[in-house]
């Protein structure tokens, strides 16, 4: 049998993140849908990673086997007409022998954009970004941002900055997060991009990641990068393996998953 390796680009903002959910339309189930319509088979691809609801991607990295004997740029074709048009196939490969798109990845990146203030008074973020960006609600100094993200560079335990399971949180004031949540980040910076909107972006690569653990170093960093929490108490908020010691998460919107490396 076959097996197959895409890679997908889409817009997370109509979907309930990646993973199947029974009643929800997610990026797995659709794209599912779309092989079952162009083959008659029943598969459930495996992806890189499980993107939450609203968050996008780049280079999400799937993994399927199929029968049906179909040439690769047949199927990639045939995939984007039947898709819509919030989810693109950019390519599509016959894959090595024991491929999988999660558990054979060694290093995924991720970036987050914000825009930043451009009045006095509050951030306009004009409609066609709003679904891709957080706009700050604060103004921000590169500087600060970087000076934040620099901490976090190397093997760490990530507890502080892992989502806390609701029900556990529930039954104990003072959750005591999973144990596992090592984490090796390799970089972590923040560019601005030149222009009148000036995008901040924030890039990171690691070898693997907690669940909003992106989402929640960001919004730490946007503390840090509006002087609300000094940047250099960051190895403090690791330290502290406590969810409660980091900042708020940031929006989902903001995120997406850049490329993942095998």
Not at 58 to 76: E, M, R, T, Y
Not at 91 to 110: C, I
Not at 113 to 118: A, E, F, K, M, W
Not at 164 to 189: C, G, I, M, W
């Amino acid at each position: 049998m076959p097996h197959w390796r895409a890679i997908l680009a889409y817009d997370g903002t109509p979907y309930h993140g990646w993973q199947v959910q029974p009643g929800l339309i997610t990026v797995q189930g659709t794209l599912a849908e779309a092989l079952l319509a162009l083959t008659g088979e029943t598969v459930l691809p495996q992806g890189s990673g499980r993107t939450d609801t609203g968050v996008h991607a780049l280079g999400q990295v799937v993994s399927f086997p199929l029968n049906a004997k179909i040439p690769a740029s047949n199927l990639l074709f045939a995939l984007n007409r039947v898709l819509p048009p919030s989810i693109r196939v950019l390519s599509v490969a016959e894959a090595a022998p024991g491929f999988h798109a999660r558990h054979s990845a060694v290093r995924k990146t991720y970036e987050y954009r914000i825009l930043p203030r451009i009045t006095a008074l509050e951030t306009i973020c004009p409609p066609f970004l709003a679904p891709y960006v957080w706009a700050s609600p604060r103004a921000l100094s590169l500087d600060l941002l970087n000076e934040a993200a620099a901490h976090v560079v190397g093997t760490h335990d990530f507890s502080s900055f892992a989502a806390v399971n609701p029900d556990q949180a529930h039954r104990n004031a003072s959750p005591v997060l999973p144990k596992e949540n090592t984490r090796t980040l390799f970089a972590s910076y923040w560019v601005q991009d030149p222009g009148p909107e000036g995008l901040l972006r924030y890039r990171v690569t690691g070898s693997g990641f907690l669940h909003h653990m992106v989402r929640n170093l960001v919004g730490t960093f946007v503390e840090a990068g509006s002087e609300r929490l000094p940047a250099s108490q960051i190895p403090a908020i690791l330290a502290a393996r406590d969810r409660s010691a980091a900042g708020p998460t940031a929006p989902a919107r903001g995120l997406f998953l850049h490329e993942v490396e095998y």
